[in-house]
């Protein structure tokens, strides 16, 4: 079952959180920390209290498996360079690594878009390290492309 996050699901998503976290580290240890418990409920608060944003959550038998950190975008609020629309931000999607294979996170993705067309958006956007191939290829079997490649030069 998908369904939206309330604050008493904070304690689950935390552990997904962390977990994915460790994985961000595994692939980026020189830009990303470790961090401990507060660090992770001041990180996910906001998509719970926030109008324009959410966590859709994946719960089988009262466990939570899974869930999707999305944003709520509109361009309308920035210089006028960009014609006006509104579209949807993952900014996390995370499925349980005993859950993975499962259909979780399709289901948490198909949720996602049905989330931007309730709200009338334009289209879903994600970004995943350049190292996730996995998690590339999961995206583009569920119909997403490459929209945009960001470089990064590193100072030694």
Not at 22 to 30: K, S
Request: glycine share 10%.
């Amino acid at each position: 079952m998908i369904r939206l996050a309330v604050m008493e699901d904070l304690p689950g998503i935390n552990v997904l959180h962390e977990q994915l976290h460790i994985q961000h580290i595994g692939y980026r240890p020189d830009i990303f920390a470790p961090i401990e418990q507060p660090v992770f409920d001041t990180l996910m608060i906001p998509y719970i209290e926030k109008p324009d944003k959410d966590i859709l959550i994946s719960e089988n038998g009262g466990r939570i498996d899974g869930y999707a950190a999305v944003s709520v975008c509109d361009t309308s609020k920035g210089a006028g360079e960009i014609l006006p629309f509104t579209f949807i931000e993952v900014n996390e999607l995370c499925v349980a690594g005993n859950a993975q294979g499962r259909g979780i996170g399709t289901a948490l993705l198909d949720s996602v878009k049905q989330y931007a067309r309730d709200r009338g958006a334009k289209f879903v956007e994600l970004g995943v390290n350049a190292q996730n191939t996995g998690a590339q290829e999961f995206y583009k079997a569920n119909g997403m492309f490459v929209k945009n490649y960001k470089m990064q030069f590193r100072i030694e």
